[in-house]
């Protein structure tokens, strides 16, 4: 059954190139605007919460959750830059990016090439832990011992996953030069080294301006907040239930991204806070596609979105239970799944 539809995916979608060819052109106008309603925004949210600590903290925190948000904005304008996709100029892009990395804190150049390498080779069993969120698969959680078992529930636990791994990332991965791909040149390590400098630089200056403990603390919150966000939607995107894993040999760019990646199906404005983001099946097909473009070109190609998995944030909730892909099934399971075909001999050798 599962063959069936993929074929009758290539077939009714053969002509996808053609279909997404006008929305991957940026708009200057668009991108300003956005840019305007996003950095504004936050700035005055920022703002607020300096002079909120003066009244409650509790009230700081509160609107750390709502600016959270607005740094997904301009996260996702990061984002696009890296894919050269939010204006016509490479140059603007680059600056963009690089601004906006001064506020996400995660370095512009450095995020982008492992980012797309993993749009590259999303699906790939091979690559499944460069740019996305690592998993086993059945067999080879089989085939670990106790101890190997326990280490991977304990990863996938969802307080490790969304808290503790956001801060690692965030911490670490991005500030220190580990990750190595056939392709990444070491001048991507250097910009990162360079990147990470230029927001030390920046968050010191502002510290010694602003009080170091007032701003780290209103910085360092809207940062967690955002990376908890961000996880979470990477998490969702990719680890649905009928998601799309394949070996190299048998991978198809196509499938990966129309049965891969989702359609995260929000109500309006966490769409729009988040940046279109949920959008991800299309944004797959073509990372060219600005972020403001995604809608519109869903709107006007419903096919694109005939195949893929539509999930609300209620349906959400239970791709946390999602732990490993059974390659016999072509789905994740539950630890609860594993366990039980293991007890009935189910597993094979």
């Not at 290539?10 to 279909?19: E, G, H, I, V």
């Amino acid at each position: 059954m599962r063959l069936e539809l993929e074929e009758e995916i290539k077939t009714k979608l053969a002509d996808w190139r053609s279909m997404i060819a006008e929305y991957q052109i940026p708009s200057t106008k668009k991108a300003m605007i956005q840019m305007a309603n996003t950095f504004l925004p936050f700035l005055g949210l920022w703002r607020l919460m300096y002079f909120s600590l003066n009244w409650s903290v509790w009230i700081t925190i509160l609107l750390a959750f709502v600016n959270a948000f607005f740094m997904v904005r301009i996260f996702i304008i990061q984002h696009d830059c890296g894919h050269q996709s939010f204006t016509v100029s490479k140059k603007a892009n680059n600056i963009i990016g690089f601004v906006c990395s001064l506020f996400s804190s995660l370095p512009f150049k450095y995020w982008a090439r492992v980012h797309n390498y993993h749009h590259g080779h999303t699906g790939q069993l091979e690559e499944r832990d460069i740019g996305d969120i690592d998993f086993l698969t059945v067999q080879e959680f089989k085939s670990r011992g106790k101890w190997g078992r326990m280490k991977y529930r304990l990863f996938r636990h969802p307080l490790t996953l969304f808290c503790f791994v956001p801060i690692y990332y965030f911490v670490i991965a991005n500030r220190f030069p580990k990750t190595e791909f056939k392709g990444f040149r070491k001048r991507f390590k250097w910009s990162q080294i360079r990147n990470n400098l230029a927001i030390l630089i920046v968050y010191s200056a502002l510290a010694w301006l602003l009080g170091w403990q007032k701003f780290l603390f209103i910085q360092l919150s809207i940062i967690f907040i955002f990376s908890v966000i961000a996880f979470w939607f990477f998490y969702v995107q990719h680890t649905h239930e009928q998601t799309y894993h394949s070996w190299q040999k048998n991978w198809d760019f196509l499938l990966a991204s129309v049965r891969g990646a989702t359609y995260y199906k929000l109500p309006k404005l966490f769409q729009w806070l988040t940046g279109n983001i949920g959008i991800h099946h299309i944004h797959h097909l073509s990372s060219l596609i600005p972020n403001y473009n995604l809608e519109k070109c869903m709107k006007d190609n419903p096919l694109l979105t005939q195949y893929t998995n539509i999930i609300t944030f209620r349906d959400s909730l239970q791709s946390v239970s999602n732990k490993l892909w059974d390659e016999q099934k072509q789905m994740m399971i539950s630890f609860k799944e594993f366990y039980r075909m293991e007890r009935l001999g189910l597993l094979g050798s």
